[in-house]
Every structure is written in structure tokens, then in C-alpha cells.
């Protein structure tokens, strides 16, 4: 579907207004061109003084029964950046209440299509607004429903009591170790995850490089005297290695890393149940690993085998009590919400497994349609619940964590995501993963180690972020890894030389 857009003559509305669009159509394509045909025709007029005002109307397939939407909105700074963000976010504003309109359908997040609400939340608290004020600039600039908008501050306080130095954490960084092996690819997944079966040679290799970069490391974090905060192990599935590589992998973390006794929190994501041994956990508990994952994703077996998943429902729910039995004090389990064929039903189904289980945490995803996903290229066949369904499953998680005695505390959303709504984690009070926070909040650097791994610089002064990411494949990995390590320390050099 084309949207015809008069009245803008700056190409960077572009991408806001497609974003924007993105939120409503399944696919739209947001032009300035009059000849294409367009089933939408929106006319903006702008007027810039000490204020802006934005006037818009929408017309549908050359329908003369027009809606009108305006805002207006004083500058306050004086730069030509600042005051573009502000025209900008006047024409999203109206251009999401024309659609709105059109399609009655009401966008919870507003014209926020950002990946981090609760930072947004962070940044102007820590400015020193009042949460009112926060709130109410939410509401008024972004269109956020008071409801999320409790959802936000709900997080927000639950990780500053559960890092009460969030925002001193700058001098500190976090470690990510990127393990790009898995025992098959999931149709939904784009991370690095390559099928480890018959593979060996290019596993020997890839650990070989990721052995070298937590030495280069842990050297440099150790001369300059730098903290680890928290390290997680994610992939992939870092539990497809044997459990004699996991040994050799954790005896390098304590010997490379500086004080693993300071570091507070190592997170394994075992993930994948099928992954999962009686000597892998000996391993794991060897070397304290504090917290894993054991993700079923959903409880009904015919999702599992539509989403190339070659597990069984018994194999979570087996591989959960032999962790516990054998002394795993904090697991997590990841859900999706919106699998193919999936709807209440099944979902209640999910949530009722779970609560024999009770993990310390549980992380409800949306399904997200990637783009380079198996899933994404061969759409047609997968059947996937409306948008009116994913709330409703959504309302259902929130409602069942809130009675299980579960927080939130950490959220994040991706492009197209189902029903454009979000990604939340949940836990007991006390269990929450540390990482997640860190990752999500941006308050530090995060130095990614291994295959796909990427790394962001948050500038302790500046709070600038550089992103800088390793190659996604175990082949390229292989050939260049030593590049990369000297990269990121020069970046870290000169990130926290000029301290
Ligand atoms: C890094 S991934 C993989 C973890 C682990 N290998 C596994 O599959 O259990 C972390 C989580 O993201 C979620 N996820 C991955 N791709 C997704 C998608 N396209 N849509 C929604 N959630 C997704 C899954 O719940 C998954 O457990
Ligand atoms: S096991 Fe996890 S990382 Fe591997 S393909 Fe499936 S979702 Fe992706």
C-alpha cells in the first residue's frame, strides 16, 4: 500500500513516517512521488516561529471525507538539530493520529518506535525531572497510553533497587561471549547460530580465537584496573559445545578476567533443553555459574516441530528438574508469544506448564518477523495470530506473572514485532539477571567477545555510544579475530584514557 505524503520537503521525514507506517500496515511504503497511486493522501502544513504547529489531513482512496489532526509545541532550544527533532516529532504526532484514525486502531507505545522505552524514562529522571513531569512529557510528546507509561516507571524503579548504582556503573564494563553453534536452526532466529553436527573442526578453531580474546582481554581490563560488572554467555547456544570445552572456556574466563569473585552475575544461556547433560551442569556449577536459561519457548509440541525446534516438551520440563536436582538456583525460561498456530488456548496451556515449574525468571517474547529469518522468507506458510489475540496473550502474561508473584523489570521492542508490542522480563524479587539491565539501560560498556558478538562503548563522560561488531560467521571469525581484539582495545583506549 502506498501513502502519499505533500507538503514535506525534507527527505529525513522519510524514515520516522515509515516507521510510523510500519506500526500499521503489514507493508507500506510511504512516498513523496504523486504519480505512484496511493490509497492514503496526507497534506502536512508546517509553520515555524518561536513555536511549531503541523496541520494534517488524510484522505482515503481520493475520498473527500478528510480528517484533521494539529499540534503545536513552543521551542525551547535554539539549534537547528534540536529544533528539527521537535518539527519532527510534531509531524509524527500528527501523521499517527490521521492513521490512527483511518484505521481505528490505537497505538500503545504513540509514535515511540524505539527499541528502549525505559531509557527514555531513565534520562529524564536522571536529568532531575519529577517522575509527574516525566510522565506527562511521555504522554504529551510521544502519544504513550497511561498504561505503559506504568509499565515504564514499574521497571524503572525495580532495577534502580536492584542496581541502586546504575548510573555509576560507567568505570565498570559487562562481557558478552558469543558461542555461534546450535543442534539446528530455529525458523524464526537470525542470531548467529550455525548447526554444530559434523562441524568439529571449525568449533576447535572458533574456540581457539575466542580463547585468544578473552586473554587480550582480561590482560587490558586487568592492567587498567577495570571492573566486570556481570558476563553472560549467549549465542547460539553456548551449551552445544561438549562439556570438556565449557571446562577449558570457564578456566579462562577466571584466569584472564581480572576478580571473578567482584563480578556479579555469570549467566550461561543453555537454552536449547536438547543441548543439556548431567556433565555439562557438573561444569556449570564447577566454575559458579550463577544463572542459566532453559528456554521451552511454548509447551505444545507440534510449535516446537513447526519452528525447527528438535526438541521435546518433556525434554524442557526433564532438563529443568535435573538442573534444579543437581543445584541450579536461578533459571531462567524464554517464551514467545504469537508462534505459528498458536493462540489463547495454547498459550494458557504454556503458562498453566510453567507454573509447575515456577522458573526465578521468565522472559515473554512477541514473535518478531525478521527479516533474514526462515520464517520471514516463506511467510505464507505460517499461520499467526491477530493483533487483537497477541494483546490479549500479552495481557494474559502480565496478568499471570502479576499472580505468581513475578516483577517486571527490564522491556525492550524490535521492529516488526506482533501487535508492535514488546519483550518483557519478569522474575522474583532478587533474581532478576543483572545483564539484562545493563544491556538494555545502556549505563555501560559492554565488550562483546566471539561470533556475532557486538560490542557498544557507552562514553563515561559523554554517555556517547560507539558500536563496534565481531563477524557473524565462524569462517570470517576465524580469519580475522586478532584484528578485532587489537579494534576494541584501541577503542577502550581511548575511551577510558581521557577519564
Ligand atoms: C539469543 S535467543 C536464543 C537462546 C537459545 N539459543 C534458545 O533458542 O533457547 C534468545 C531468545 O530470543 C527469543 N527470540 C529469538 N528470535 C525471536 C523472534 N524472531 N521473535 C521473538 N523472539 C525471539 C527466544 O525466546 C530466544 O530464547
Ligand atoms: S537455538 Fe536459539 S540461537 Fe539457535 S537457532 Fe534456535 S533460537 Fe536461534
Not at 220 to 236: A, D, M, R, S, V
Given at each position: ?24 500496515f ?18 502536512f ?16 482512496n ?16 535554539e ?9 519532527k ?7 499517527l ?22 531509557k527514555?524514562?531513565?534520562?529524564k ?16 510528546d ?5 498504561e ?36 539446528t536452526?530455529?525458523?524464526y ?10 562441524r ?9 580465537g575466542?580463547h ?14 577495570i ?5 553472560y554467555?549467549?549465542?547460539g ?16 574466563m ?5 576478580n571473578?569473585?567482584?563480578?556479579r ?22 566454575w ?5 536459561s ?5 509447551y505444545?509440541q507440534?510449535?516446537?516441530k ?19 536436582s ?15 498456530g ?67 523489570y ?24 543483572i ?6 539501560e ?12 557486538s ?8 554517555g ?8 557473524k ?10 584484528h ?16
Amino acid at each position: 500500500m502506498n501513502i502519499l505524503i505533500k507538503g514535506l520537503n525534507d527527505e529525513r521525514f522519510g524514515r520516522p513516517l515509515q516507521l510510523i507506517s510500519d506500526l500499521f500496515f503489514e507493508e507500506s511504503f510511504v512516498t513523496f512521488e504523486e504519480e505512484k497511486e496511493a490509497e492514503y493522501k496526507i497534506h502536512f502544513a508546517i509553520k515555524t516561529d518561536d513555536k511549531v504547529s503541523v496541520e494534517g489531513t488524510i484522505s482515503e482512496n481520493g475520498n473527500e471525507k478528510a480528517f484533521s489532526a494539529s499540534f503545536e509545541n513552543k521551542f525551547e532550544e535554539e539549534s537547528e538539530k534540536e529544533h528539527f527533532k521537535m518539527v519532527k516529532r510534531a509531524v509524527s504526532y500528527v501523521y499517527l493520529m490521521l492513521l490512527q484514525h483511518v484505521t481505528e486502531i490505537e497505538q500503545p507505545w504513540g509514535i515511540l518506535t524505539g527499541i528502549r522505552p525505559t531509557k527514555l524514562l531513565h534520562n529524564k529522571l536522571r536529568e532531575g525531572m519529577t517522575k509527574e513531569q516525566a510522565h506527562e512529557e511521555l504522554r504529551r510528546d510521544y502519544l504513550i497510553t497511561d498504561e505503559k507509561i506504568q509499565l515504564m516507571q514499574r521497571i524503572v524503579d525495580r532495577q534502580l533497587s536492584i542496581v541502586p548504582d546504575l548510573y555509576a556503573l560507567k568505570k565498570e564494563v559487562s562481557i558478552y561471549i558469543g558461542i555461534p553453534f546450535c543442534p539446528t536452526k530455529c525458523a524464526y532466529c537470525t542470531f548467529p547460530a550455525y548447526a554444530i553436527n559434523g562441524r568439529q573442526g571449525s568449533v576447535d578453531s572458533f574456540l581457539g580465537g575466542l580463547h585468544y580474546e578473552m586473554r587480550k582481554v582480561g590482560a587490558w581490563l586487568t592492567e587498567q584496573n577495570i571492573p566486570i560488572t556481570t558476563i553472560y554467555y549467549g549465542g547460539g547456544t553456548p551449551t552445544s559445545i561438549t562439556a570438556r570445552e565449557m571446562d577449558m572456556l570457564y578456566e579462562e574466563m577466571y584466569e584472564a578476567f581480572p576478580n571473578l569473585k567482584s563480578v556479579r552475575e555469570v549467566t550461561v544461556e543453555a537454552g536449547r533443553p536438547d543441548t543439556i547433560s548431567e556433565d555439562k551442569l557438573d561444569v556449570l556449577n564447577k566454575w559458579n555459574i550463577d544463572r542459566i536459561s532453559i528456554n521451552p519457548q511454548s509447551y505444545t509440541q507440534e510449535t516446537l516441530k513447526a519452528i525447527g525446534r528438535h526438541h521435546t516438551v518433556e525434554e524442557t520440563i526433564d532438563k529443568f528438574h535435573l538442573a534444579r536436582s543437581l543445584g541450579m538456583k536461578n533459571i531462567n525460561m524464554d517464551l514467545i508469544i504469537g508462534l505459528p498456530g498458536e493462540g489463547t488456548a495454547e498459550f494458557q496451556h504454556t503458562l498453566g506448564e510453567t507454573k509447575k515449574l515456577l522458573p526465578e525468571s521468565l522472559t515473554v517474547h512477541t514473535l518478531s518477523f525478521k527479516r533474514a529469518s526462515e520464517m520471514t522468507k516463506n511467510k505464507q506458510r505460517y499461520r499467526v495470530a491477530d493483533r487483537d489475540e497477541i494483546t490479549e496473550m500479552m495481557k494474559m502474561a502480565e496478568n499471570w506473572t502479576n499472580e505468581n508473584g513475578y516483577e517486571p523489570y527490564y522491556l525492550y521492542r524490535q521492529k516488526n514485532i506482533l501487535g508492535n508490542l514488546e519483550n518483557v522480563g519478569y522474575a522474583f524479587k532478587g533474581q532478576e539477571s543483572i545483564y539484562n539491565i545493563m544491556i538494555m539501560e545502556e549505563q555501560q560498556s559492554i565488550i562483546g567477545l566471539g561470533c556475532g558478538a557486538s560490542s557498544k562503548f557507552v562514553d563515561p563522560t559523554t554517555g556517547k555510544i560507539t558500536r563496534f561488531a565481531n563477524p557473524k560467521d565462524p569462517k570470517s571469525y576465524n580469519d580475522s579475530y586478532e584484528h578485532y581484539t587489537n579494534e576494541k582495545i584501541r577503542l577502550l583506549h581511548e575511551l577510558f584514557d581521557r577519564k
